[in-house]
């Protein structure tokens, strides 16, 4: 198949409805303090994986954990997912640092997330 590869799931995004209770339980799961640590966002680092914490599913009103897919070019990532049948439901923008993302949903509603660093 033709097309741009990924560079593999290396974030994942969790809804969570207490951030400070969810926080030490992450921190113990993963065995290190977070890197990131802010009353919207809490962001750990572990064996190369970014996991994050988005209390109440943050503005794009996550209801479950979302995996990040990261890309060398999200756009042309976004168009192969579209053109196979995947819908587009937040559409790249910056989220600071050159960082974009987007997400989209499979056939079945299953929600997957691209990355594409600057």
């Known amino acids: 198949m033709a097309g741009s590869s990924t560079q593999g799931i290396k974030t ?4 969570v409805s207490d ?6 339980v992450y921190a113990a ?3 290190v303090p977070p890197v990131a640590d802010s009353s919207y966002y809490v962001g750990f680092e572990a ?4 996991i994050g914490l988005v209390p109440g599913g943050g ?11 990261h890309v060398p070019d ?9 053109a196979a049948g995947g819908t587009v439901k937040e559409p790249a923008h910056d989220v ?19 990355l594409q660093d600057r």
């Open 12 to 15: 994942v995004l969790h809804p």
């Open 19 to 24: 951030l400070a209770k969810a926080k030490e």
């Open 29 to 31: 799961l993963l065995g």
């Open 47 to 50: 064996e190369g994986q970014h």
């Open 59 to 69: 503005p794009q009103g996550m209801t479950t954990p979302v995996a990040y897919w």
């Open 74 to 82: 999200i756009e042309a990532k976004l168009a192969e997912v579209t």
């Open 96 to 114: 600071g640092g050159g960082r974009l993302v987007a997400t989209f949903a499979d056939p079945d509603g299953n929600v997957l997330g691209l």
